[in-house]
């Protein structure tokens, strides 16, 4: 079983002090969350109060959950991927795209942001209840990967399979829909990328993950990490979750 890696979206569950608490406790189980590769996606507000109590750790990434399409100018109470100095930033997320209604124009335009300005993003993708049950699912997956660049000349992208169903459900996708999903990925990831390419290119898995379903998980082949939501932001569940990998 190859390591995986564990991305936490912290959305909005932890506030500044609530961050730093968590963090602290981190620090205090240094050895288990030394074993793993860890991006963190914490409040923007919270994004230095993390980098700083992070810097002991070699493994520990820290990234913005979302950017603006610009990175200066009058757009009041929009954040720039240059900011903050990250190392990643999460793009397309579902409750962006529905909350917010953002097309795959705007989430192109940010996702290109991204790689141009630090050279690294996640990109999610992933059907509604309904374009699942009409057997859509590959449709909407191809459609939601047409705006991915036709080069990346060295830069990371992390294309995190999330199906809106499952998001904060508790109903988690079975082993045999992930793997289908990501064997079609990787397909038309061959098609547009070059070998050279192809090695920065990782496939996440995100929806209702938690200690329960992350064991298992764990043993899809193409699968290289999760993206996790509020499992993640509760400290004792995502140590948990660490314990039951090692």
């Known amino acids: 079983m190859n390591k995986k890696i564990f991305a936490a979206n912290w959305k909005m569950y932890l506030n500044s002090n609530e961050s730093r608490e968590f963090m602290l406790k981190i620090n205090a189980n240094k050895d288990l969350f030394s074993e793993f590769d860890i991006m963190i996606f914490p409040s923007h507000v919270a994004i230095s109060i993390i980098q700083d109590l992070a810097k002991g750790f070699d493994n520990i990434k820290i990234g913005m959950q979302d950017c603006d399409i610009l990175t200066s100018g009058a757009v009041t109470g929009s954040n720039s991927i240059t900011s903050h100095k990250v190392d990643s930033c999460i793009v397309g997320h579902s409750e962006r795209r529905t909350i917010f209604n953002e097309n795959d124009e705007l989430i192109k335009k940010k996702l290109n942001n991204c790689l141009d300005q630090i050279g690294s993003a996640i990109l999610c993708v992933g059907e509604t209840l309904n374009e699942k049950e009409e057997n ?111």
Do not use: C
């Not at 939601?144 to 060295?154: A, D, E, F, T, V």
């Not at 829909?177 to 496939?203: A, G, M, T």
């Not at 929806?207 to 298992?216: L, T």
């Not at 509760?234 to 990998?245: A, G, H």
């Open 136 to 246: 859509k699912t590959f449709e909407v997956i191809k459609k939601q990967l047409s705006i991915l660049p036709h080069q990346i000349q060295g830069k990371n992208l992390d294309i995190a399979y999330e199906p809106v169903w499952s998001i904060g459900t508790g109903l988690v996708a079975s082993k045999q829909h992930i793997e289908d999903v990501l064997s079609y990925i990787n397909i038309l990831i061959k098609e547009l990328y070059s070998d050279e390419d192809r090695p920065n290119i990782r496939l996440f898995y995100g929806g209702s993950v938690d200690e329960n379903s992350v064991e298992e998980l764990s043993s899809i082949s193409l699968l290289d990490g999760f993206l996790i939501g509020s499992a993640s932001a509760d400290f004792d569940k995502f140590k948990n979750m660490l314990n039951k990998m090692r």
